[in-house]
């Protein structure tokens, strides 16, 4: 007499494990799946590019804060601003490196006034977005791209 005899189904693995062991996943159920991430890629990415620009952005307005505090230094102790960047020893921060480029031009022969020029480039540069930057020696702050209040908060 065999176990299976006495006990139908004995031999067998219940029905619970039979289904359990069926592994994987259906080509449809994957299908599903990539075109969902696919749709929460497609409206994330730019909104992340749109945060990563804000950031640069604000990196640059940072720095160009820090020019003309130094600049008002350099006037304190030689009585006229100083024609460069380099002249002040300051070096742009490394958020900026490659997505701005700066300058500074002078006026007045002893230079009297100064403005400073943040210019975006390459991915940074997003028409009527994110525009140049201006900072003059009297505080005035301009951006040809939008009014310069709004330019000023992103």
């Known amino acids: 007499m065999t176990p299976s005899s006495v006990m139908p189904g004995f031999g067998r693995a219940p029905a619970a494990t039979r289904f359990a062991r069926r592994g994987g996943f259906s080509l449809i159920?994957?299908?599903i799946t990539v075109a969902v991430l696919g749709i929460l890629a497609a409206v994330a990415y730019p909104s992340y590019q749109d945060y990563v620009r804000r950031g640069n952005r604000s990196a640059a307005q940072t720095f160009m804060m820090t020019i003309a505090q130094r600049q008002e230094q350099y006037l304190l102790t030689n009585r006229s601003y100083a024609t460069t960047i380099t002249a002040l020893n300051l070096t742009p921060p490394?958020?900026?490196v490659g997505r701005y480029a700066?300058?500074?031009s002078t006026s007045g022969a002893p230079p009297t006034g100064y403005v400073i020029t943040a210019?975006?480039?390459?991915?940074?540069?997003?028409?009527?977005?994110?525009?140049?930057?201006t900072l003059s020696s009297d505080g005035t702050k301009t951006s040809p791209a939008q009014p310069p209040a709004q330019e000023w908060k992103r």
């Open 29 to 31: 159920e994957l299908m």
């Open 94 to 96: 490394t958020e900026t």
């Open 102 to 104: 700066f300058s500074m």
């Open 119 to 133: 210019t975006p480039s390459a991915v940074q540069a997003v028409a009527n977005r994110f525009g140049a930057l």
